[in-house]
């Protein structure tokens, strides 16, 4: 009789823990595709599930089950051209334990109004609704995100709270659990946002595994800052990358970095040194590029006033603000619109 080694009596329990795991509650997922939808986002949240519900990578639906869903059939396109066929109709939301609505390029295409019924249907019913990459747009546009907190991406957070001003959105964090409302920020994160589904219904031992499989690595938790703020600077301390978020995230406020020392947790001379050492500026210079970089996007992607737009970045006088983005960016915000507009008429030209 073969005596089993240490190793291979460690690969047992393992594989025993694994069926005994599997053989409680399945986590069942529904998922809707946006037109134009990311495909990370799609991919990685489905295969964390498909990795968790089956022994090995034998992909059968058994700890996990996992459908999408369309109200006319027909494939769904993602920003990258790949086309994926819907499994299911429209069918009952309690079905699910989740539906996640997966979201795409902001192009202005609205979703099926079937799909807007749906999503009104399975909120009446309580079921929890997820929003990955840009999905947070979505819910948010139905009125799915009042009295609850969303997270969104550092890429889109600017047009998220110009869009959404009343929803309270955060950039800094990987995903958001507020009661029946999960956000997630897209990209690798959704992996992390699938695993902890899988530790809740399924347990921790197949939320680990679907991740080392796709070398992701330890586990990422919800308050896991996202890597990096939408002005592209890097820094590497921790204090400072939440201090740079912080900042974001009150871009019209009048924010003194004693308040943002006291949020990051040091003082503001601390704050001061951190700042110098990893970004060679202050945290007030950080501030004003982030704020001057912010007003330079708007301008070329929504028609406010350039009044408007200051007050968003958090200038209150427009001489100030028209003298500060002409020394950034060499010419003044007006003319910057400007150019902008005749862009705008070039491109939709009827030639």
Known sequence: MHKLSKPEIRLTRTAALARTEMAKKKLSIGFILCPNFTLLAFSGFVD??????????????IGCSWSIMSPDGL????????QVSPTLALVQPQQFDYIVVVGGVLDGRDIHVGLKDYLREADRLSVPLIAVCTGCFVLAKLGLFE??????????????????????????ELFVIDRDRISCAG??????????????????????????????????????????????VKASDF?????????????SEAVSMEFIALHVGVSRRQLERLFKLQL?????????????????????????????????????????FSASFRAKFGRS???ARARTENTKTYLHMDL
């Open 280 to 320: 060679n500026q202050t945290p007030s210079e950080f501030q004003r590029m982030l704020r001057l970089k912010t007003a330079h996007e708007l301008l070329a992607n929504c028609d406010e006033s350039v009044a408007d737009i200051a007050l968003q970045c958090g200038f209150t006088n427009s001489s100030h």
């Open 187 to 232: 990209g690798a994160s959704v992996m992390h946002l699938a695993a902890h589904l899988v530790d809740q219904h399924c347990g921790p031992s197949l939320a680990s595994k679907a991740l080392r499989i796709m070398i992701e690595g330890e586990r990422r938790t919800p308050i896991a800052l996202q890597p990096q703020p939408l002005c592209g």
């Open 147 to 172: 009295g609850r907190r969303c997270c969104v991406s550092w890429f889109h957070i600017v047009e998220f709270m110009h869009r959404h001003p009343e929803v309270q959105s955060t950039c800094e």
């Open 239 to 251: 204090r400072v990358r939440k201090a740079m978020l912080l900042m974001e995230r009150t871009l």
């Open 48 to 61: 964390t599930l498909r990795l968790a519900a089956d022994e090995g990578d034998g992909s059968r639906q």
């Open 75 to 82: 494939p769904i396109r993602a920003s990258c051209g790949v």
């Open 333 to 335: 915000p007006s003319f």
